[in-house]
């Protein structure tokens, strides 16, 4: 896939061309989550304060995530935020949506720097305590050395862990760091921005998916869904 972003515009299915991009990606990343177990979902979130708008989008839909898991064995989510100075919080693994929109909804966003290598460093010690079957990341800014980031985002890549890039804006170096930990991590990468809620909606709840069964979960979902899950059925039929 080209290091450009592909222009905006609307496809045949009547999504966007970065959405047809994630959906090929999401389509193509193995799975191998042992049978009997919950999907395990690490959910990070910028929580600095240009956040705020975004994370309340995000305790919206949150539920999503576990409606669409429910009959695969269900979900475990465990959401890490940073903000502040030096701030970064992890909660423990949840499988109750209303659970996890409370502690969602008890979160104010503050000002501070971004701590993406953090975030890789304590998903990399979690997966090695027990494994996470994908990481979800929604954020607007990169302000480490994306050098850095790489590294620690091919050591989780050596762990299996896939990263879903969810970008809200148009930050160059952002675009730059967050390309290069879904690639590294064999995940996907995704803009979106103020009106996009529904596209997010859908795609969260498509990771999900894939998280707690796999890829034949994931096409079974895009052809219940239509719309960008449809058009995700199809790409998945040639991959």
């Known amino acids: 896939m ?27 990343v193995p799975n191998a989550r042992p ?16 956040r705020q708008p975004t994370w309340d989008t995000a305790c919206q839909i ?8 429910a009959g695969l064995g269900g979900l475990e989510v465990q959401l890490v935020f940073y903000r502040g100075f030096h701030e970064m919080k992890a909660t423990s693994w949840v499988a109750d949506s209303n659970r996890l929109a409370a502690i969602m909804g008890g979160v104010q966003c503050r000002g501070g720097q971004t701590q993406m290598a953090r975030l890789l460093r304590y998903a990399i010690a979690e997966t090695k305590r027990q494994r996470i079957d994908a990481l979800v ?36 170096t952002a675009m730059l760091g967050f390309r290069q930990i879904a690639t590294l991590t064999r995940g996907a990468y995704c ?6 809620a529904a596209e997010l909606r859908q795609l969260l709840a498509a990771v999900a998916v894939y998280a707690a069964g796999g890829r ?17 059925a ?6």
């Not at 949150?62 to 898991?69: I, L, N, V």
């Open 35 to 50: 049978a009997g177990r919950r999907g395990r979902l690490l959910f990070g979130i910028d929580a600095t304060a240009s």
């Open 216 to 232: 034949k979960a994931l096409a079974d979902f895009s052809r219940r869904e239509g719309g960008a899950a449809l058009l995700l």
């Open 62 to 69: 949150q539920s999503e995530m576990f409606r669409e898991t």
């Open 137 to 172: 990341f929604i954020g607007d800014c990169l302000e480490e050395a994306v050098d850095i980031v790489a590294h620690l985002a091919g050591e989780l890549g050596l762990l299996g862990v896939p990263c879903f890039m969810f970008h809200e804006g148009a930050d160059a």
């Open 2 to 28: 080209s290091n450009e972003r592909p222009p905006i515009r609307r496809g045949d299915g009547g999504v966007t061309a970065d959405v047809q991009a994630f959906l090929w990606q999401v389509a193509a």
């Open 191 to 196: 803009r979106f921005d103020a009106g996009s």
């Open 234 to 239: 199809q790409q998945m039929k040639s991959t």
